[in-house]
């Protein structure tokens, strides 16, 4: 299963014996995914999509609770007339409206709730391995407005894109995915995603040592191997009787010890001198090279 589904999966388990967050919910899921439609004889009956077996389950947990046994109710399917007059009756819903009523999320704990139920019927989250990416497909953008405006109660700033006919509501921060899943509840997914965020974190902050230090090498090899040329260049066309005592010194110890750090070559040297002192007359024999070099 995915992480999108884990986290379904572990909201359609969640216990909440709050009569009013329990409506909240099952209106969020049944006004974004329930279809009302009347037959020939002018009954109604609740349809749910058929591909999304975790949002039966949970509509039926709470038909029951909050309904008894009034109704009908088969795998995809609410019909018995009295059950489903009652149920949108409930939810304060005629059937065709596109936005769950704001009567029933006044409070903060129906707005979780809200929230819970319109991410199990129009949610979804990308694989946290991959990207950090959560979203609600809306029908309209209405509906997008009511759930940034719920959104933004928590703190959470979700963006909006169009998609084909769609409006997606957004969220890209894990930081903020980690706060609506603790809103709605995932508290199991929630720590699954913080401990797969501090992996990548440890993992991203290795792979900066490991480069940072990687082009440090580099760096010191290429300047070791530019100071040999220069120190072989002046050999051969200046020779070393012509230095002074302290270029020529520290000249024939770089060709000794060529793979050598800055401080360790200048510890060869009686008396020792510092990485600074041993940098300075390493760029005095460069000039010079670069100056004969010049003259030739």
């Known amino acids: 299963m995915s992480f999108s589904g884990d986290v379904k999966d572990e909201l359609v388990r969640f216990e909440n014996d709050a009569r009013h967050c329990q409506i909240a919910e099952l209106a969020a899921i049944l006004v974004y995914v329930g279809t009302v439609k009347t037959d020939s004889l002018g009954k109604n009956r609740i349809e749910l999509p058929v591909d999304t077996p975790l949002i039966v389950q949970r509509c039926h947990m709470l038909f029951e609770r909050l309904f008894g046994q009034q109704f009908c109710a088969q795998e995809y399917v609410v019909q018995d007339a009295g059950g489903v007059h ?24 129906c707005k979780r709730a809200f929230l819970r139920g319109a991410f199990l019927g129009i949610g979804s989250m990308s694989n ?40 997606v509501v957004y969220i890209k921060e894990s930081e903020e995915i980690v706060e609506l899943l603790n809103v709605i509840g995932a508290h199991i997914s929630l720590m699954n995603l913080e401990n797969l965020r501090i992996f990548k974190d440890m993992r991203n902050s290795i792979n900066r040592r ?10 010191t090899v290429n300047a070791a191997a530019k100071q040999i040329a220069d120190i072989q260049y002046i050999k051969e066309h200046y020779g070393f009787d012509n230095l002074k ?22 510890e060869y040297l009686s008396p020792t001198v510092g990485k600074s002192g041993v940098n300075h007359r390493l760029r005095k024999l460069s000039e010079l090279a670069e100056k004969l070099r010049g003259d030739g």
Do not use: W
Not at 95 to 103: I, R, S
Not at 137 to 151: F, K, N, R, S, Y
Not at 210 to 219: L, M, Q, Y
């Open 245 to 266: 005592e302290n270029l020529r010194q520290i000249a024939q110890l770089r060709l000794e010890y060529p793979d050598a750090a800055l401080k360790e070559l200048g």
């Open 86 to 109: 009652k149920i949108l009756q409930t939810i304060k819903c005629c059937g065709d409206e596109l936005l769950v009523n704001p009567l029933l999320i006044k409070s903060l704990c």
């Open 210 to 219: 490991v480069n940072c230090e990687t082009a440090n090498i580099t760096k």
């Open 128 to 167: 946290p391995e991959k990207g950090y990416h959560l979203e609600f497909v809306c029908g309209d953008a209405q509906q997008a407005t009511q759930l940034m405006d719920t959104l933004s109660v928590y703190h959470i700033h979700a963006k909006t894109v169009m998609r084909k006919k769609y409006q």
